[in-house]
């Protein structure tokens, strides 16, 4: 979801009032990894923004840039992407919700979707088994519109 610099700087002056009402801190780097997340051209993983972090920062560890992703995650500001083991800025961080993606496996792209039909399901099925969900995250491995146009001229 590479953005403009305006769109940017709206995203992290957004995270640094929700963080302020929270009451917790966006530091300088947590602020940074946030702002690598968000302006990547797609999903990105942890050693990809410590290589981007040392363009700026000089030499940060891989265990500061784990801290900065799980700040960043608790708070709701980015999500990662298990099956791709890469992060992404959360289209709505401004409310708790279940995160559900659709991820194109031919070139990339990422949507953030929020369909209640999805979340209500997955909360019955965890009261009906007693099963306690960390992050209910549903990720769709497919293709999307755009690619399988390009396929079907392809063939």
Do not use: W
Request: charged share 25%; glycine share 6%; aromatic share 4%.
């Amino acid at each position: 979801m590479a953005l403009n610099q305006k769109s940017l700087a709206k995203i992290l002056q957004h995270a640094e009032t929700l963080c302020k009402q929270r009451e917790v801190r966006l530091t300088p780097q947590r602020s940074k990894v946030l702002e690598l997340v968000c302006a990547a051209d797609g999903p990105i993983g942890a050693y990809e923004i410590l290589d981007r972090l040392r363009q700026t920062i000089g030499n940060p560890a891989p265990p500061t840039v784990y801290r900065a992703l799980d700040f960043l995650l608790e708070q709701g500001l980015i999500h990662k992407l298990e099956s791709l083991h890469a992060y992404v800025g959360c289209s709505h961080p401004d409310h708790p919700h279940a995160s559900q993606f659709l991820i194109c496996s031919d070139c990339g792209d990422v949507r953030e979707i929020e369909s209640s039909g999805i979340a209500d399901s997955l909360r019955q099925a965890q009261k009906n088994t007693g099963f306690k969900a960390k992050r209910p995250v549903v990720e769709l491995l497919g293709t999307c519109a755009r690619c399988q146009i390009s396929n079907d001229r392809k063939v």
